[in-house]
């Protein structure tokens, strides 16, 4: 999922495509801080509902490549909940109700409110996330960062360029274990190849840094070959979201 | 140093591996000392700016520069953007960048493919959209660093075709620093050629210098182009055995090849997928026999350095079987592995594993090995009274690919290995590499090389086996001389 890939036309075009990447950071975040405000479940429950089927219709996501996408966290977020269930302090309190005994484990019934709390919380997050990653070009978004939130270009194209050369760390690894095998060295980890590793993308920085100040980067105000303009669209899914949210919060009370 | 390049010119900079030709180009740019450390004394003005004094990216802004390194120059996602990167650094209207693009972009040849992700190029494709993208903002000024050495045969003509055409338009001053001097000197109105310290041996145009100063260039390790190097008088310096004083192999050096007995490395069905669907090697069969010399040759992307790979058992395949000796390499233990083959990688500063070059060829290395390995450097030119103490890093890309090779010979394997040896090796660097080589190649050590180098080729190959799209599509004997 961090490896750069290109989206299909049909996603980019779509109202959440054409959207500005930096207001669906900005819905996101606002989405996450509504979520840290309660920890009842149904707020996460609508928001990562509306996430989704917004991904599928206004996003044009296929739902398989959706599924592919939130699978990870939404594991980790089972995991996570199960144990926080399964294993938290509340489930010793004698005076707390106990809502299942299965052998030596008891479950309270605040240990299952907040194991379950946090794990749709979890799962929120994967499927706002998946959602923006599915809709967004990592060139617009860098392009949008620096002309809509006046972020430095510097750190925006430089970033964006780490995240092209992401692939590279698996190649460099790779080599640099090849090259311990070549000197009859054991294979596994050694802390030798951390330096390595670090090394090569110090290397490897320089060079993008030095390219970048070789194409006169820096030289004078920079000009934008793609625009990225406010629109009504954007007005429409600031509403949506504020709205989205403040429903989620009202009916899971 | 002292020159003068009148615009629209042509200067071709030649000089031994180490000798300050890339720094040449950066100190030009302003990059050294802006960028990178490093100290510039004298006069110098570009394009009517002295880089030291103007402001940060004013002489980049009038001039272009290429790197060898295709991977590391592009900085944005897509082709079109990329080629915009530059413009709109220097300011550019969207108008004039609307206009201007897409025109930079055909003319490199590169028509169609606007939307491609830049790391899904070719080598080649990637060093033609560089040099589009610096020169859509027609500067007045345009550096390439040894832009070819990475490109295979063709991706370099059509490179050098480009820079021809750009060369007659007149219109751009160019700066040229190459090794491949044969595409490059019919470019130069100027040349200058460095010596291993840095300081100039010659500067005037092709003629002048060819006639005044072959001698000393081939001395300090310069490629001449050819014609001049049969022809011309020979260095006074005593030549590696087996080659005439030009470092080009005399017949009787080239031991012919052992006779086929049973095969010491075998590949059957053999193939290859990084990722699952998407196989870069297919159906390789290939039986190396003791002494074989095989050259790898084949476009950049072909599976080449996949191959290479298998056999020395880096990687295991996903399809067939490789056999070395009787033996599946991928599964021998790292120590059996390392005592029977060598290997170079491609990029060898990716293989480097300590801090200084002693330590990098002492790695791992039995009490029997250590005593031959100072020898052994002395002989790449790399002697470590000079090179021990230096980190691996901080070497010239010829210089590095020694040092990889040092590490590799230092065993004695029975198998090499090489991933295009001789990228960035100035002449005497080439005929130091070759002596080396032939002398393990008489003791019967088989040798696979991945290469682009045709003389390369032409000096060790006694088979030549061609791959195209992952697969081997020629295989014949002997080499292409």
């Known amino acids: 999922m961090i490896v750069a890939r290109d989206l299909a036309p049909a996603q980019l075009d779509s109202i959440l495509g054409r959207t500005s990447p930096v207001l669906k950071l900005a819905v996101a975040v606002v989405w996450f801080v509504g979520l840290a405000t309660t920890i009842r479940i149904g707020p996460p429950m609508v928001l990562a509902i509306v996430a989704l089927v917004a991904g599928m219709v206004v996003g044009r996501i296929p739902p398989r490549e959706l599924a592919r996408a939130v699978t990870p966290i939404w594991l980790a977020a089972l995991g996570l909940a ?10 010793a309190d004698p005076s707390a109700v106990t809502v299942a005994q299965v052998g030596p484990f008891r479950i309270t019934e605040a240990a299952l409110a907040s194991g379950v709390g946090l794990g749709l919380r979890l799962i929120a997050v994967g499927a706002v996330g998946a959602v923006f990653i599915l809709t967004t070009d990592s060139t617009r978004l ?3 960062l620096v002309q809509q939130a006046g972020l430095s270009p510097r750190f925006a194209y430089g970033a964006l ?25 054991r294979g596994g980890w050694h ?19 030095l390219a970048m100040d070789a194409r006169a980067f820096g030289s004078r105000p920079r000009t934008h070959y793609r625009e990225v303009d406010w629109g009504w669209l954007d007005l429409g899914v600031a509403v949506g979201g504020a709205v989205v949210l403040a429903v989620a919060l009202a009916l899971g009370s | 140093m002292s020159f003068e390049v009148p615009a ?3 200067l071709l900079v030649v000089g031994p591996s180490g000798s300050g030709k890339s720094s040449l180009g950066l100190a030009l740019a302003g990059l050294i000392p802006r960028d990178l450390p490093g100290e510039v004394s004298g006069y110098l003005s570009v394009a009517g700016l002295d880089p030291r004094t103007a402001g940060p990216g004013a002489v980049a802004a009038r001039l272009g520069l290429v790197f060898q ?8 996602e897509r082709v079109e953007d990329d080629v915009a990167f530059g413009l709109e650094n220097r300011g550019w209207s969207r108008a004039e960048m609307t206009s201007r693009i897409p025109v930079a972009i055909s003319g490199a040849g590169l028509g169609g493919l606007e939307r491609r992700r830049t790391n899904r190029l070719s080598g080649g494709q990637q060093q033609r959209l560089a040099l589009a993208g610096v020169l859509a903002a027609s500067p007045s000024v345009v550096i390439l660093d040894e832009p070819t050495a990475n490109l295979d045969p063709d991706g370099a003509s059509d490179f050098f075709r480009r820079l021809a055409s750009l060369r007659s338009e007149g219109s751009t001053t160019i700066v040229l620093v190459e090794h491949r001097v044969e595409a ?21 145009s092709p003629e002048d210098v060819l006639r005044r100063s072959a001698d000393r260039m081939a001395k300090a390790g310069i490629w001449l182009p050819d014609g001049r190097t049969s022809s011309g008088p020979g260095p006074s310096g005593p030549g590696p055995s087996g080659m005439d004083a030009h470092g080009t192999p005399t017949p009787s050096a080239i031991a012919p090849a052992a006779p086929p007995g049973s095969p010491v490395l075998s590949a059957a069905g053999v193939g290859f997928a990084y990722e699952r669907g998407s196989p870069v090697l297919a159906d390789v069969d290939l039986a190396i026999g003791a002494g074989e010399r095989v050259a790898l040759v084949g476009p950049n992307g072909s599976g080449k350095s996949t191959l290479g790979r298998l056999l020395v058992g880096l990687l295991r395949p996903t399809a067939g079987q490789i056999r070395s000796s009787g033996a599946d390499p991928s599964r021998l233990r790292a120590r059996d592995l390392a005592l029977r083959a060598g290997y170079v990688f491609q990029d060898p500063e990716a293989g480097f594993l300590t801090d200084t070059v002693a330590d990098e060829v002492m790695l791992g290395l039995g009490p029997v090995e250590r005593a031959a390995a100072p020898a052994l450097l002395e002989r790449l030119r790399l002697p470590l009274g000079d090179f021990g103490a230096r980190s691996p890093y901080r070497l010239s890309g010829g210089e590095a690919r020694r040092l990889s090779l040092a590490c590799a010979l230092v065993r004695q394997p029975r198998l090499l290995v090489l991933d295009e040896p001789t990228f960035g090796q100035d002449r005497l660097g080439y005929a130091g590499l070759l002596d080396i080589l032939r002398r393990r190649l008489d003791e019967g050590v088989c040798l696979v090389a991945a290469t682009h180098d045709e003389r390369f080729v032409a000096d060790i190959a006694s088979r030549i086996v061609r791959m195209d799209a992952g697969r081997i599509i020629r295989d014949v004997e002997g080499s292409a001389a």
């Open chain 1, 161 to 185: 360029a780490a995240y092209q050369a992401v692939p590279r760390f698996g190649e460099d690894l790779a080599t640099l274990r090849q090259a311990r095998r070549l000197r009859g060295l």
């Open chain 1, 142 to 144: 860098a392009d949008s």
């Open chain 2, 69 to 76: 390194d295709p991977g590391s120059q592009l900085v944005m």
């Open chain 1, 191 to 209: 802390p030798r190849l951390l330096v390595g590793l670090l090394v090569l993308a110090i290397r490897h920085g320089d060079r993008v840094a």
């Open chain 1, 82 to 91: 199960f144990f926080n269930t399964v294993f938290a302090a509340a489930n």
């Open chain 2, 8 to 10: 629209g010119g042509c």
């Open chain 2, 184 to 204: 490059a000197w019919p470019l130069a109105d100027l040349v200058l050629a460095l010596g291993p310290d840095g300081t100039p041996i010659d500067i005037g």
